[in-house]
């Protein structure tokens, strides 16, 4: 499925074409970013966290021009139905993926203040694990969007909570290592909110696979369960 629908108007079908491309565009350069401070994180490399942050201001320039180009289709196309949850869906994706470089901003933010002390290694290695299956589920959503693949997105929202089980773990042995050192704690915080940010682009890369799901089959699933979107729309259980 392309995700949009054919017209006489061929301009309005590029118009619709250059906002969606424009998000995956947008949402290639934010896997590279996310890799970037993952990897910066873990190597305390302040040069690539410092790159992550410069590079921010290019993700909230994506935001403003696909807005301001969902923007001129309502102005000059009106567009109805199906056009419409398209433009709306990619207005709320941009959305997300915009505040997805807020988190990844805040993980290289972590990283720098990392770096100038040392922290055990197998704490590095728990939040790199946590950090690869976020990259994989926003790899995941992104793909679905592309394709506007309902199946896709439905099996795509249900690793979120598998994320979620892995920060709660992870959070379990922070807290663990904060009470037996508390010498610990400074730098055992930074990496906690490094793990919150990374769990929230969890959450993010849900909501995209919602929008997915509101524009091909109409209803806005915001709100409802997973157990809920399966038993109406399909999906793995």
């Known amino acids: 499925m392309n995700g ?12 619709l074409e250059h906002v969606r491309s424009s998000v995956l565009e947008m949402g290639g350069l934010i896997e590279a970013q996310l890799d970037k401070a993952i990897t910066a994180l873990r190597d305390s490399n302040l040069t690539l966290a410092e790159d992550v942050i410069v590079t921010d201001t290019e993700i909230n320039r994506y935001d403003v021009s696909i807005d301001e180009g969902c923007t001129r289709i309502f102005a000059l196309r009106a567009p109805a139905a199906s056009d419409l949850r398209l433009v709306q869906t990619v207005i709320r994706t941009t959305t997300d993926l915009e505040r997805i470089g807020d988190e990844i901003k805040r993980v290289a933010k972590m990283a720098i203040a990392n770096s100038k002390g040392s922290a055990s290694a197998s704490l590095y290695n728990r ?33 979120d909570k598998r994320i979620d089980q892995e920060y709660e773990s992870m959070m379990r042995q922070l807290m663990t290592f904060m ?3 508390p010498r610990s704690i400074p730098r055992i915080l930074d990496i906690m909110w490094a793990a919150r940010s990374l769990e929230r682009i969890g959450d993010r890369c849900q909501n995209i696979c ?20 399966r038993a109406e729309f399909g999906g793995d259980s």
Do not use: C, P, Q, W
């Open 127 to 159: 939040v790199e694990h946590l950090g690869n299956s976020v990259k994989a589920t926003l790899h995941r959503a992104l793909d679905a969007f592309a394709r506007m693949n309902v199946d896709a997105a439905i099996e795509v929202a249900g690793e």
């Open 210 to 229: 919602e929008y997915i799901i509101y524009y091909v089959k109409g209803k806005d699933v915001r709100h409802t369960s997973l157990d809920s979107i």
């Open 4 to 15: 949009y629908t054919d017209h006489t108007s061929s301009s309005f079908n590029a118009d």
């Open 179 to 181: 009470m037996e050192d």
